[in-house]
């Protein structure tokens, strides 16, 4: 049972909100909490319904307003939250590929997550907003076989549903192969097949490579391969085995390795507020013994942190 944060707000009225909205951007200071109040508490199809309420009252769009009237991590929070979540993905992507230097981690993050559908919709959000295509710039501005896994999770063309006991002993040795070797060739075979099978058939896959080698796949990958190849291989694994895990283990790594990387934080939170944010904390307060919560509160201030916490929906106990 996964579940978000973000709920639809009961009682839900676009055109108040829209005013009230109106009221907070165009007073003299901009009335932060409201936005947060309003933005954090409705579900994302809420927040389209008062995106057009409020064009429709006052001719403007919600979303420039938001970004003239703040600045910094807070205003990344408010206008990411007003994306529908296939064009939020796009906007991120886009930014990774784009800006001045390539953001890895990011492209790992969303394309080892999602599903054939969320990659299909992704792609033609990012095609629709930029006028170019997603493989394209992929192919333009990554290498190697790193790239040749995100071209493979970017066709959204993985296998659903099926399973084959037969062929998974022989997909292990392949695998486990391809630890052994590292060509070219091996190194295509072995992402193949964690970007083609089925998530059913790569939970017997990694079985059966357990069986074959003595070792978890996770741990040969890491003894075998280095770089963001590496790193991309093992998401692929990781959300296959458990999803909210690998978020919390991204989230933990975001605010206490890098002294706390906003633009990940933000991603992962806004991106799974209404699937799986739930699950990812629980995991997250099993395994570092912390509460995100706890953690967000540390190292955030101000409006950013009041946003963040909001949508990370936690409460004193959590603390």
């Known amino acids: 049972q996964t579940q978000g944060t973000i709920l639809p707000a009961p009682n839900f009225n676009p055109i108040m909100d829209a005013q009230l909205l109106g009221g907070a951007l165009q007073g003299i200071s901009c009335e932060k909490d409201v936005l947060i109040d309003i933005l954090t508490q409705r579900c994302n199809s809420q927040r389209l319904m008062i995106a057009e309420a409020y064009r429709d009252m006052y001719d403007r769009d919600l979303i420039t307003d938001l970004k003239e009237n703040l600045s910094h991590h807070f205003k990344e929070v408010m206008v990411g939250l007003m994306y529908p979540p296939a064009s939020y993905d796009a906007h991120e992507l886009w930014h990774a590929l784009k800006g001045v230097d390539t953001e890895e981690k990011c492209l790992i993050d969303i394309l080892a997550s999602r599903s054939n559908m969320e990659i299909f919709q992704m792609k033609e959000a990012y095609l629709m ?4 295509d997603l493989q394209q710039d992929i192919d333009s501005e ?3 076989h790193f790239r040749d ?4 999770l970017a066709q959204g063309t993985r ?3 099926y399973a084959d006991p037969s062929t998974a002993a022989q997909d292990a040795m392949i695998l486990w192969e391809a630890c052994q070797q590292k060509t070219g060739e091996h190194k295509n075979m072995l ?4 970007c083609n099978r089925s998530h059913q058939q790569l939970w017997m896959v990694f079985q059966e490579f357990q069986n074959i080698s003595g070792q978890d796949i996770v ?3 890491n003894e075998c391969y280095d770089g963001y190849f590496q790193e991309l291989l093992i998401a692929i694994v990781l959300c296959i085995r458990d ?3 690998y978020f919390a283990y991204r989230l933990y790594n975001a605010i206490h390795d890098f002294g706390f990387h906003n633009k990940t934080v933000i991603r992962i939170l806004i991106a799974r507020s209404e699937i799986d944010l739930m699950n990812i904390r629980q995991r997250y307060k099993e395994r570092y013994g912390k509460s995100l919560f706890h953690d967000i509160k540390h190292f955030a201030s101000g409006h950013y942190e009041s946003a963040l916490l909001a949508i990370c929906a936690g409460d004193t106990e959590d603390y």
Do not use: F, R
């Open 149 to 152: 896994t995100l071209m493979n």
């Open 243 to 245: 999803k909210p895990s």
């Open 219 to 221: 741990d040969a990958i």
């Open 129 to 132: 907003q930029y006028n170019t």
């Open 191 to 194: 992402q193949m097949i964690l």
């Open 142 to 144: 990554t290498s190697g």
């Open 159 to 161: 296998m659903e549903g």
